[in-house]
DNA sequence: ATTTGACGACCTCCGCCGGAC
DNA sequence: TGTCCGGCGGAGGTCGTCAAA
């Protein structure tokens, strides 16, 4: 079903179904009405490759994911979708493997669905600029990560994400507010140029802000963001019998395995452990105890994210790099010491 | 950058260079690899829809969502994504409102997209066959729910879920089996026509089976699937003062929220009242207690979802209505009476 | 027998021209 | 002088066919 035969069916020109597609005025309401009857019952869609060409579309947007079976990612897609679609853009999405590059999948979207724009989420913090040249000119926003590790000009990209070491030095600092001294550390890996690096500076930071000398011994690297890997990391540590009376852990879902752990050794939350996190995943906040955490806002990262990269593609504005600010949001694991 | 400057750059013909693109013979070394070589240089990548009017795809499927703000959902995508691709075909996704058509969107990028084959998420139970009739033979698959209610032909469309009748009825029948007959039900609506209903209906069969007689004071009905919905609702069950040993929940989110006001209200879990629910959200399996529920088999499903559809797309066989079995994972959310 | 180039086709949109009222 | 409509051709990127080297 192409326009040709909806022309046939309608005994007028392609040239007249195509202007009455398209708005154009010079056609009579008599035909326009019975062409639009037509494209009704036909459910006629006009083949996209086929406008691409012509309409070099100026409206499409890709979403790149690196590295799934990510709780908050996969609560971020859907409302990155949703903030794409309301702004009238195209969305196309492609997902890679955390061992893929992500700068080359974006490259290929953008060429192949000719993006305007190209969103990263999950991508690596360390790129440089001969890296991003592969995108040729095809504008990129980092959400919810920034290039912290990288050597690319802040005026070659654009971010949205929060501060992620002063959240967790805000977090570790709330709980010596609390009177708590040997305060562990949940993460994924104290070194690998990531978020997990970022939150551990923070954790170390904080430390030293309050002359608290670091343990390692107070580390539980689980390798990976996994609840498997903290609850067994967790786990050792307690049957280690290092003593420590709260825990930060890098992300919600690690301080909830972690928990579990504490619980399971017949620790009392909080009296017998603190634990605070960063992330503000919704169910936290019904597990018992509440989880103290620091939230991220996801909706308004997505929002920003997209509002950041239309501006660059609409030419408002030049490149932007967005910090958004966590908020505490007070349960019932922290307690005072 | 098309092919025409690739052809230019390496001083050959643009079908020499289409050619090297699509691995075809008699082009001969030192020129297939001058314009391998150009490509890379250039990251060359074809419009896809220019390729798309040349060779029409036999290779995309399109997911559409209903209803967003689904963590079930939300772990679903991904997924599901990745099934597809790991599948070699393309991957097209559309979000729309509760309030929207699915069917209607389905179509539309169906056509503009030249799909063989759509995925429908969260759609209704009752599609009829008028209404189906818009997507003229382009497959589609319901993914975790089925036509129920509806009244199109099983020949008709395919769709892969689990028994929602049944697994809630095994729910309720294994809080019997642990002394319990007073059984509170947490759900979104009796008569939704879809998942609650459905579930609802097994918590029923499951009832009469034991002799225990309706009581629909013990119904919580919240109109929403959302935790705030079942927390209000359950504390104001508490509050009625009407007594119940144990609680079905119709999902896992709803169970965390029921268990939150339980907790709230002074009840000990599971002593006080136990809980039982349908889904297997991942970490559910490490609140405290760890929450007794059926687990759907999510990836399995995925994967089965696009397997299904496949197989109409590639003629393989017609239309299928597959049943993925739900595992019991026993927590600690349930106690014998 | 190999290797290469030119050309048409895919589908849509737009612009232009020629009519018709 | 408008208003309405059809026809024709070009363009957009790619691929397959055919002809030619």
């Given at each position: 079903m192409t326009i040709k035969d909806i022309a046939a069916k309608c005994g007028v020109s392609v040239s007249t179904v195509s202007r009455v597609m398209n708005n154009h005025?010079?056609?009579s309401k008599e035909i326009r009405e019975r062409v639009l009857k037509v494209i009704a019952e036909e459910h006629f869609v006009p083949h996209d490759g086929a406008v691409d060409l012509v309409k070099p579309r100026t409206d499409s947007i890709g979403l790149i994911v690196r590295g799934t079976r990510n709780e908050f990612f996969n609560d971020m897609i859907p409302t990155l979708e949703s903030a794409i679609n309301d702004s009238g853009y195209a969305f196309y999405m492609s997902q890679i493997h955390t061992s893929e590059d992500e700068l080359r999948a974006a490259a290929t979207l953008a060429k192949s669905k000719a993006l305007k724009g190209v969103i990263l989420l999950g991508g690596r913090y360390d790129y440089t600029p001969e890296e991003t040249a592969?995108?040729?000119?095809?504008p990129f926003i980092c959400c919810t990560f920034t290039?912290?590790?990288?050597?690319?000009?802040?005026?070659?990209f654009s971010s949205v994400s929060i501060d992620d070491g002063r959240a967790a030095e805000a977090a570790v600092q709330l709980l010596v507010d609390n009177g708590h001294r040997e305060i562990a550390i949940v993460l994924a890996?104290?070194?690998?140029?990531?978020i997990s690096e970022l939150r551990y500076l923070g954790y170390r930071r904080a430390l030293e802000k309050n002359n608290i000398p670091y343990d390692e011994n107070l580390v539980i690297e689980t390798?990976?963001?996994?609840m498997e890997g903290a609850y067994e990391g967790m786990k050792k540590m307690i049957e280690s019998g290092k003593k420590f009376t709260a825990t930060f852990a890098i992300s919600d879902s690690m301080a909830v395995a972690s928990m579990k752990a504490l619980s399971d050794a017949g620790k009392k939350l909080p009296e017998d452990c603190s634990v605070i996190a960063i992330d503000g995943v919704k169910m936290t906040e019904y597990i018992i105890p509440t989880l103290t955490t620091f939230v991220q806002p996801r909706e308004a990262m997505a929002k920003q994210t997209v509002e950041s990269l239309r501006e660059i593609i609409e030419k408002k504005s030049g490149y932007s790099h967005v910090v958004m600010k966590t908020t505490l949001r007070e349960g019932g694991s922290v307690a005072k010491l």
């Open positions: 005025p010079y056609v592969i995108l040729d000119n095809v290039n912290s590790f990288g050597k690319i000009s802040k005026e070659s890996s104290a070194s690998d140029r990531s390798g990976d963001f996994s």
